[in-house]
């Protein structure tokens, strides 16, 4: 006869079967579930099958009734906040289960930090600053992205990101947030247990996510922690110790802001930092960090204001990316293949390469488009500015301009144009697009980046390059941190 212990363990395991099964729709809705019926399915004994259902009626996967057995309940039913359901959902509909989640967090988590500044408690204090300061730390590990040498580093910053969330909570002295602590802490794990990025370093493994990307996506875990991130988080734990409310709760919700694609960008969101930020007192934090603080914090407020143009060869994928982009950090976009003048289209059509004095109308206007950008509304425009002296008669209309380089080689843009349809740019042009093309050098401001990355992946860098004001011109992955 099987011991106690064991047929807890068994009666678990079943639990976990059925209710996947309910969770992704194996078992439908209005289902009627027998005794004998789940016996027989999962070869188990009858105060077992009983066990099992009454588990799942507690959790509201399922409705006993006597005579009738169980019946299978629709999703409004569900215990919504029970530790296995939230595990379930995430393990047959992660993006969804992501995305409410999230929302919680956006509810109770900057509200939460409100209150803990208000009450400016030391041994919240102490553990949130020690706690901002240990992540920070990690997230600079060189082994961090590796994914053998760099588990054990991941695994204790989860731990201390988990543990920084639980005590935000806490501070808050609010039981229903603190009891709200584990799914926050469950949405905070899947990111970096099961949806980190690193574990996707093939771009042709996720080419299925190359979609649009709104604002309101859930970004995957990147290869290493933003660093933007670990300043927000040091921006938080600060704020609360310096019992500034405004500011704690513009942190919190920031930090919230950046896993979604692009919502750090929205005006609104960025107004309240500013604005907390104008309370905060930068000498607060420990002397070794000020610098980077600020430094990053003054990049983030004024990102937005400078134009972006996305530029690169034919077919590297400009109108894409483009397009994301603009959406992502809510401004307006512009297809620079708009703004040639009908000629430049005709010669292009007849597989005639433009040249300079062709091209100069063209760049003109595309310039004259940025130059009426207002400072606080933002452009993103797409525009080969293949050679440094395009790019230069653009930085004469916005001098602020972020150049953005989506890098292709010469086969694949070939291959990429070749099966387009309906444009006039026949694969014939891009030979003389390659040997136009001039690199960003090391004093232009923007960034390289390769353009046969995942979309999202490709909107998340240009972010978090806008964020830092970074120069990295040689085309990279990941944030190297």
Known sequence: MESEDALRGSTAAVVQLLGCQIVEGGKPRDRHLTVDAVMQEFGITRPMAREVLQTLHQKGLVNLQPRVGATVQALRRWDL????????????????????????????????????????????????TGRARTLLALSEEPDFAEPREGAAIRQRFRDVDAAFHRTLLAGSRNELFLRLSHPVVMALNHRIDRDWAGGRRDARTVASTRGLVGADTVQRYPLRPEPIAMWLHMGLAYAVDQG?????????????????????????????????????????????????FRD??????RARRAPVVVMGVTGSGKSTVGRCL????????????????????????????????????????VAGRMRAAGAEEGLVVTCSALRRIYREMLRVARPDAFFVHLVLGQDEA????????????????????????????????????????????????IQTGLARGARPHTPHASPTG
């Open 81 to 128: 906040l029970d530790p296995d359901v939230i595990a379930w959902r995430l393990e047959v509909a992660p993006d969804s289960q992501m995305r409410s989640l999230t929302e919680l967090r956006e509810v109770i988590e900057p509200r939460a930090a409100r209150l803990a500044a208000l009450s400016r408690s030391a041994e919240i204090c102490h553990d949130l």
């Open 244 to 292: 500034i409310a405004t500011a704690s709760e513009a942190f919190a919700e920031a930090i919230l802001a950046e896993i979604r694609g692009g919502r750090l960008q929205d005006p609104a969101v960025l107004d309240r930092l500013r604005a907390g930020l104008d309370l905060f007192d930068v000498g607060g934090l420990p002397a070794a960090h000020r610098d980077g």
């Open 326 to 365: 603009a959406e992502s950090l809510r401004t307006p976009f512009e297809e620079g293949d708009d703004f040639h003048p009908a000629r430049n289209v005709e010669s292009m059509e007849r597989g005639e390469p433009l040249d300079d004095r062709s091209r100069s109308p063209w760049l003109a206007a």
């Open 414 to 461: 070939t291959a990429r144009v070749a099966a387009r349809k309906a444009h006039y740019m026949p694969a014939s042009l891009v030979a003389s697009q390659f040997a136009d093309l001039e690199p960003l050098e090391e004093d232009e401001a923007g960034m390289a980046i390769d353009a046969t990355l995942p979309v999202e992946r490709i909107v998340a860098e």
């Open 296 to 301: 990053t914090m003054t990049a983030l407020v």
